[in-house]
T-cell receptor
Framework: GAVVSQHPSWVICKSGTSVKIECRSL??????MFWYRQFPKQSLMLMAT?????????EQGVEKDKFLINHASLTLSTLTVTSAHPEDSSFYIC????????????FGPGTRLTVL | RKEVEQDPGPFNVPEGATVAFNCTYS??????FFWYRQDCRKEPKLLMS???SGNEDGRFTAQLNRASQYISLLIRDSKLSDSATYLC????????????FGSGTRLQVQP
């Protein structure tokens, strides 16, 4: 099956620093990538939808200047958490929708962010 | 009201038991329906899609009732390895095509 990778798998950083998370589709081209966030014992919440070559669409309540998304190619999207604070500590998961396989999304393994 | 609602559980069942999870969704424009499984600290993985006619995959049976906006998952002959959180997921037919997740139902199968 299609494979999506995320890097790093976990990161611990100090408050105020910026953290970049990469999401790659390894064996297919993804027209759209989605970024989700999951707090402990809660559901995955969509943060933003990223389309290759265009600006991301953010969900209500998600600050676009804080969570910078770049989707520069059909196989790579990045999420940068700028000036991270402890409340940003969460499990960040990306998913990618394949061009040729309609309606199927493949999830990355997630990135666990802890902000001290 | 949440768009997708599930009983959080936990459901504690003995090995070999049959267990059923229910889910309701509020948006009648929802088009596609899925059950995902999520293990602790892992990404969700697709368990099965849910079709109006009902569908079965081994020990797992999924049902959809569009009129009642209700989805179910039945697990027969539970195994220890079935212990996980089961997420009810819907996708709309219009607008953005991201998935909307329920908060999940936790299942613990005990020896």
């Amino acid at each position: 099956g299609a494979v999506v990778s995320q890097h790093p798998s976990w990161v611990i950083c100090k408050s105020g620093t910026s953290v970049k998370i990469e999401c790659r589709s390894l064996d297919f081209q993804a027209t759209t990538m989605f970024w989700y966030r999951q707090f402990p014992k809660q559901s995955l919440m969509l943060m933003a939808t990223s389309n290759e070559g265009s600006k991301a669409t953010y969900e209500q309540g998600v600050e676009k200047d804080k969570f910078l998304i770049n989707h520069a190619s059909l196989t790579l999207s990045t999420l940068t958490v700028t000036s991270a604070h402890p409340e940003d500590s969460s499990f960040y998961i990306c998913s990618a929708r394949a061009m040729m396989i309609a309606d199927t999304q493949y999830f990355g393994p997630g990135t666990r962010l802890t902000v001290l | 009201r949440k768009e997708v609602e599930q009983d959080p559980g936990p459901f504690n069942v003995p090995e070999g038991a049959t267990v059923a999870f229910n889910c309701t969704y509020s948006n009648s424009a929802s088009q596609s329906f899925f059950w995902y499984r999520q293990d602790c600290r892992k990404e969700p993985k697709l368990l099965m899609s849910v079709y109006s006619s009902g569908n079965e995959d081994g020990r797992f049976t999924a049902q959809l009732n569009r009129a009642s906006q209700y989805i179910s998952l039945l697990i027969r002959d539970s195994k220890l390895s079935d212990s996980a959180t089961y997420l009810c997921v819907v996708k709309r037919s219009t607008g953005r095509r991201a998935l909307t997740f329920g908060s999940g139902t936790r299942l613990q199968v005990q020896p």
